[in-house]
Each structure stands twice: as C-alpha cells, then as structure tokens.
C-alpha cells in the first residue's frame, strides 16, 4: 500500500507553467506504472500521462502531449507533472495515481489538486 499526497495546483494565467508533485509515502509491494489524471465536474476523468516505473515509453493524452512533461524523483519518492503553455481547458482536478501490477489498472490515488487556468 502506497499513500500519495497532490500538491502544485494553484491558479495561472494562460500559456503559463505549474508543477504538480505527488508525494508517495509507504512501500508497496511492487509498483508496475505512475500516472496523472485529471477531471473536470460532470465529465469523465481524463488520462494525462503515464510512466512504466521500471523504465520505458511515456505515454501522454493527445490534448497535453507536448505541452506537459511526466517526471520522477526516486530520493524524494515523489513523481511531477510539468506543466506549461497551459491553456483554459487544462482547468481540472488533478490527481496521481499507482498501478502494482500489468493487470491491475491504476489501483491507488491521491486526492487530487485543483488547478484553474484563467484566460
């Protein structure tokens, strides 16, 4: 069991930067990918980007490929998103998320960090 903790969100203008981070605490007992997510009231929670945490492809959504950046720090057990050029329609819920296994999809969240881009 892995607890992660948000934080970043915060309000920008447009074509802006924020970092988000998410703090991992505990140890699971095998971690298979990292990702973020975000979510916006009355839609679906959208894929943002993804890692596999024993290396490989990045994966980010078409909407934000480019723009935002998915990264780790292994001393600080803490993942980011980098985020610029940010336009309005990032404006969301932010949340990271842990999968342990091939098989077991995102299985651990965080509580999300709201972030809000302003025109």
């Known amino acids: 069991q892995v607890q992660l903790v948000e934080s970043g969100g915060g309000l920008v203008q447009a074509g802006g930067s924020l970092r988000l981070s998410c703090a991992a605490s505990?140890?699971?007992?095998?971690?298979?990918?990292m990702g973020w997510f975000r979510q916006v009231p009355g839609k679906e929670r959208e894929f943002v980007a993804q890692?596999?945490?024993?290396?490989?492809?990045?994966y980010y959504s078409d909407a934000v490929k480019g723009r935002f950046t998915i990264s780790r720090d292994n001393a600080k057990n803490t993942v980011y998103l980098q985020m610029n050029s940010l336009k309005p329609e990032d404006t969301a819920v932010y949340s990271c998320?842990?999968?342990?296994?091939?098989?077991?999809?995102?299985?651990?969240w965080g509580q999300g960090t709201q972030v809000t881009v302003s025109s």
């Open positions: 890692f596999p945490w024993s290396g490989g492809k990045t």
């Open positions: 505990g140890r699971p007992f095998s971690l298979y990918a």
């Open positions: 998320a842990a999968s342990s296994s091939s098989g077991s999809g995102f299985d651990n």
